[in-house]
C-alpha cells in the first residue's frame, strides 16, 4: 500500500472510531470502559471533528456545557445516560444544589476546551456559536480563579481532577487519605487488565477524597480538603485556554483583555514553579519526580520552553525513544524509580499528551521535533490500533480499545499535510 493510501485508510478508521463512540447525545472515551461524557476527552473529541464534522463538533460542547454547575464548575464527567457501568456513578456522586438536571461527577478536568473551540473557530467560524458559549466559559475561568486559586497555581482537590490519575506526582499527597467510608467496586477491571490500571489503595484513596469532598458539596473550605494539590498541568491548561478564550472573545466583537491578563498571570506562576535544576514544574504538595505532567506545563509558553521540551524528548534516559522503548514520550521519566512501562500513568505513551507535546514544539519553533514525534505517533496507532495508552517498548495497545481520544488525535495529525 502506498503511503498516501495508508494514511487515507488510517484517516477513515479514526473517524470511524469516533462514530462507533458517539450516542447521538456525546461521545464516550471508549466502547466500554468509560460510559459517560468526560471533560478533557470531549475536547479532543472536538479537535479531531473540527475537520470532518464541525456541526458536531459544536453539539459535542453544547452536550458538555449542559452539565455546567451554577457556579460556574464545569465537571470533570456528564453521565448523559442513567444505568451506566461504570464507578464510581450518579449515585455515589449524589446531588448538590449547585449541580443541573443532568447528573454529572462534583470535580472538574484539565480546561482544555477553549483551545478546542478556538480551533473549531479558526477552521469553520461561526459568530452565533460563539454566543452561545462563551460566557458559560469564561463563567467555567472565572470559577477556577475564585475558587480553586489559593496560591498562584491551580488547586486540584482529586487525582482525578488532574486527567493523570494514579501519576507518581500524586503519591505522597493519596499517602495521608484514610480509608473509605464508600465501598469500592472495581468495575474498571472488567474489561482492561488490573496491571493496567490504578491498585485497590489508590481507589481506596480516590472514594475517601469523594466522600469528603461529597460531605460538604464538593466545596471544601482552603485548608478543610483531604487531598490539595497545586497542579502545573493543569495551570498551564488554564494559561492557553484563558489566551485562546481572549482569541474567542475578539472574534465575536468584545474586548479580550481581561482573559489575557489572567493567562499572563497564570504563566507568571508556573514561571516560579520551574524547577531549572531539574528541568521540570514543580507541583505544589506533589512528589517531584518527573513527568509529562511536569514536562508539558512548556504548553503555557512555548518560546520560552519547546527548546527543553525537545532536549527531553530526544534524551533516551528520561522522556525520549531508546532502543528497548521506541516508543514515545512515556508518562513518567524511564530513569525515575516509580516508572512502570505498563501502568496507566506511571510510563505508557499516551496520544493526547503527544498532542500537546507536538503543539507546543511547532509553537515553539522545534518544527523538527514536532515532525518526529508526529511520525511516531502515528506510526504507533497505524501498527497497534487506537488505544487508549501504549507500552514504550513494544507498542502494545493498553487500557480501553478504540478510544476516542487517540483518534481524534489522529484526524488531527494526519490533516496537517
Ligand atoms: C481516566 O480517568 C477516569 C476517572 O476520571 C477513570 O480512570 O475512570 C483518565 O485517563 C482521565 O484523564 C480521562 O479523562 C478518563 C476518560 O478517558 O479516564
Request: net charge negative; hydrophobic share 40%.
Amino acid at each position: 500500500m502506498t503511503l498516501p493510501d495508508r494514511r487515507s485508510r488510517l484517516m477513515t478508521e479514526a473517524v470511524d472510531v469516533l462514530a462507533a463512540n458517539d450516542t447521538g447525545r456525546f461521545i464516550k472515551p471508549g466502547p466500554r470502559q468509560y460510559p459517560g461524557q468526560w471533560n478533557w476527552d470531549a475536547a479532543f473529541s472536538v479537535i479531531g471533528l473540527t475537520h470532518v464534522d464541525p456541526p458536531r463538533a459544536r453539539d459535542e460542547i453544547r452536550a458538555l456545557l449542559a452539565g455546567q454547575w451554577s457556579d460556574g464548575m464545569v465537571p470533570h464527567i456528564v453521565f448523559h445516560e442513567s444505568g451506566v457501568e461504570y464507578f464510581p456513578g450518579p449515585e455515589v456522586w449524589g446531588r448538590t444544589a449547585a449541580m443541573p438536571a443532568v447528573a454529572t461527577s462534583g470535580i472538574t478536568q484539565p480546561p482544555l476546551l477553549a483551545t478546542a473551540i478556538a480551533r473549531l473557530q479558526r477552521h469553520a467560524p461561526d459568530r452565533r456559536f460563539l454566543g452561545e458559549v462563551l460566557e458559560p466559559i469564561e463563567r467555567w475561568h472565572l470559577w477556577f480563579h475564585r475558587d480553586r486559586r489559593r496560591t498562584g497555581l491551580v488547586t486540584i482537590l482529586h487525582p482525578w481532577e488532574s486527567g493523570m490519575d494514579n501519576s507518581p506526582r500524586f503519591d505522597l499527597a493519596l499517602s495521608t487519605v484514610g480509608p473509605s467510608p464508600i465501598a469500592v467496586t472495581r468495575r474498571d477491571r472488567v474489561h482492561v487488565a488490573p496491571d493496567q490500571r490504578p491498585t485497590d489503595e489508590d481507589y481506596e484513596a480516590y472514594l475517601s477524597i469523594l466522600a469528603g469532598l461529597r460531605s460538604v458539596g464538593y466545596r471544601p473550605d482552603p485548608g478543610q480538603s483531604p487531598f490539595a494539590v497545586g497542579d502545573v498541568f493543569l495551570t498551564a491548561v488554564l494559561s492557553r485556554a484563558e489566551a485562546d478564550l481572549a482569541f474567542l472573545w475578539a472574534a465575536a466583537g468584545t474586548s479580550a483583555d481581561i482573559a489575557a491578563a489572567r493567562s499572563d498571570e497564570l504563566r507568571r506562576a508556573l514561571a516560579l514553579a520551574w524547577d531549572g535544576a531539574r528541568g521540570i514544574f514543580c507541583d505544589e504538595g506533589g512528589d517531584a519526580v518527573a513527568t509529562t505532567g511536569g514536562l508539558l506545563p512548556s504548553w503555557a509558553d512555548p518560546p520560552r520552553y519547546a527548546g527543553h521540551l525537545a532536549d527531553c524528548l530526544a534524551n533516551p534516559s528520561t522522556f525520549g525513544p531508546d532502543p528497548s522503548h521506541p516508543w514515545y514520550p512515556t508518562s513518567v521519566a524511564k530513569d525515575a524509580d516509580r516508572f512502570d512501562s505498563g501502568c496507566y500513568w506511571r510510563g505508557p505513551v499516551w496520544a493526547n499528551t503527544s498532542w500537546l507535546a507536538v503543539e507546543t514544539l511547532f509553537a515553539g519553533a522545534q518544527a523538527q521535533a514536532a515532525e518526529r514525534l508526529m511520525a511516531s505517533t502515528l506510526e504507533l496507532v497505524a501498527a497497534n490500533g487506537f488505544w487508549e495508552y501504549y507500552d514504550p517498548a513494544t507498542g502494545e495497545g493498553l487500557g480501553s480499545d478504540r478510544f476516542s481520544w487517540t483518534a481524534a488525535v489522529t484526524i488531527d495529525f494526519l490533516s496537517r499535510r
